[in-house]
């Protein structure tokens, strides 16, 4: 599976923001798809995951991401988005998308099989 992620830039605090990402490369649709980031000096950090081909409705975010942000999917295209609202600077990251072919990896980085190559998101103040 290729994943590849899209739509980071250079954004103000307050402002939004919609990344995507495409998986190819499979002909069914993967479980379950994620995002992660990684801020400079800090671990990777889950953001939130949507189950793909399994049960509709299965979504979970981290704490920092609720309210703020929202996840969803695309059927059919095998995509994934993820909208920002109220960016603040300390969303600042690389962000990564990543899938887990056959369950539901939620918040768990080792259950996906593969990733992105990251788009950066920076939030100036």
């Known amino acids: 599976v290729q994943l590849q992620a899209s739509g980071g830039g250079l954004v103000h605090a307050g402002d939004s923001l919609t990344l995507s990402c495409v998986a190819s490369g499979r002909t069914v649709s993967p479980y379950s798809m994620g995002w992660f980031r990684e801020a400079p000096g800090k671990e990777r950090e889950f953001v939130a995951a949507i189950s793909y081909s399994g049960p509709d409705g299965q979504i979970l975010y981290g704490d920092f991401a609720k309210g703020r942000f929202t996840i969803s999917r695309e059927k059919g295209k095998n995509t994934v988005y993820l909208q920002m609202k109220s960016l603040r600077v300390e969303d600042t990251a690389v962000y990564y998308c990543?899938?887990?072919?056959?369950?539901?990896?939620?918040?768990?980085?080792?259950?996906?099989?593969?990733w992105g190559q990251g788009t950066l998101v920076t939030v100036s103040s």
């Open positions: 990543a899938t887990a072919s056959e369950w539901w990896s939620g918040s768990y980085a080792p259950g996906y099989e593969s």
